[in-house]
Each structure stands twice: as C-alpha cells, then as structure tokens.
C-alpha cells in the first residue's frame, strides 16, 4: 500500500533563518506531488505542484522555493524565513492514472519567530 | 475555472443530531467531487468521492454525499453525529483526470456538543 510521510511535524524558527520540509511517497511510482499552506483560521492554499522529477511549478509568489530531487520526493525551502511564512504545511500526492484524488501527509507545523 | 463554495464556515450541533454541509461548485464540465476531514494538527483524510454513476455517495465513518447535477451540490450528510466527528471538512473538485488541480472549498468546522 502507499505511504506518505512529513517532518519534521513541528518546527520552531527564527526569522531570517532557512526552512527545509520534506516529503516522501512509498508504493507509487511517478506521483504528482503538491504542498499546500493552511494558515490559521484560513483553508488550503496550494503552494507548489510537481508532475515529475525536476518539474515544480507554483502558484503563488513568495520565498518559498520546491524541489523534486527523486521520483518520490518532495522538499520545500526557504533561504530566509518571514513571520508570514508560519502555518500548517501539508504534502500530498496524487495517483498517475487514478480519479484524481490527493492523499495527504500528517502536516509539518511551522512557527517563525 | 473551477470554484468550489462550502455555505457554511462553522455548523454547531448537538451529539446524535442529524446535520448537513453544503457544497457547491461551479462548471461547465464533467466533474469529480470529494470531501476531505481533517481533524486538529492532522493532515486531511478523504471520506468519499463522486466519480460517475449513482447520485448517492456513501463514504467512512457513516457519512454520504448526493450529487445533484441541476443545483451542481454536492452536500455531505450524517444521520446522527458523534463527539468524535468534531473536525474540518473541506470539499473538493477537479475537470476530471488524474493529471488535475484539485480545488479546494474554504472549510466547515463541524463543532458536536454534547
């Protein structure tokens, strides 16, 4: 069966510092790999896509920056951390030839201070 | 492009109390629809989908959506709600195929009291 696995789940940083999430996918090959933002009290706010490896595309402006190193991999990043940047960070995937449903990490908490 | 509308940002209710959350979308094209919970510090977890045949949906937990073309809803009911059903829910949709954004409605928070 297909796995799906964040961290960290929490993180606590400073502002200025750099970010890293990572995701990874087990028992699917070639997923489209998302992440998503919720900010409190706000819903989902698609972040980055990725339909293979090397191809990030994103949807809003920001200093967060995606990367597909592997095929089942996903990491966000920032080189500089703003206050704004906290949230709750959640990686899915989506099947290459399935209904179209995203299945969901445990999220990564962030808190920039 | 697609919108996905939930009416309802917060439904209180009663534990064992029947409750509806409503979804509406928007398109000129075939659609899938989802609903998705998420419980506190969780990620989200899809509770049922509509893909093509019968209007009626059933999904986990003893929740089911219909699918109605003509109002283009998609709204998720629950005959009696426990404690436990406390949680977000968010209902989706995409054109279709696996290669498609999901759009994503803004979210109910279900509060069940007891």
């Known amino acids: 069966s297909q796995t799906i696995h964040q961290w960290p789940a929490t993180l606590v940083q400073p502002v200025g510092s750099p970010l890293s999430l990572e995701c990874t996918v087990e028992g699917t090959s070639n997923p489209n790999l998302y992440w998503y933002r919720q900010a409190a009290g706000r819903g989902l706010q698609l972040l980055f896509y990725s339909v293979g490896i090397g191809q990030i595309s994103s949807e809003v402006p920001q200093n967060l920056s995606a990367s597909r190193p592997q095929d089942r991999q996903f990491i966000l990043s920032s080189k500089k951390l703003l206050l704004s940047d906290s949230g709750f960070y959640l990686c899915?995937?989506?099947?290459?030839?399935?209904?179209?449903?995203?299945?969901f990490g445990e999220g990564s908490r962030l808190t920039v201070l | 492009a697609q919108s996905v509308t939930q009416l309802d940002s917060q439904v209180p209710v009663f534990e064992e109390a029947p409750v509806e959350l409503r979804c509406n979308y928007s398109?000129?094209?075939?659609?899938?629809l989802f609903w998705y919970v998420q419980y506190p510090n969780q990620g989200l977890q899809l509770l049922l989908k509509?893909?093509?045949?019968?209007?009626l949906v059933k999904g986990i937990n003893g929740f089911e959506a219909e699918f109605n073309k003509s109002q283009t809803s998609f709204h998720l009911r629950k005959p009696s709600v426990h404690i436990s059903d406390t949680a977000e829910y968010f209902c989706a949709a995409n054109s279709g195929g696996s290669n498609y954004k999901l759009t994503f409605g803004k979210g109910t928070l279900l509060t069940v009291n007891p």
């Open positions: 899915a995937w989506q099947s290459g030839s399935g209904s179209g449903e995203l299945f």
């Open positions: 398109s000129s094209v075939s659609v899938y």
């Open positions: 509509y893909l093509s045949g019968s209007t």
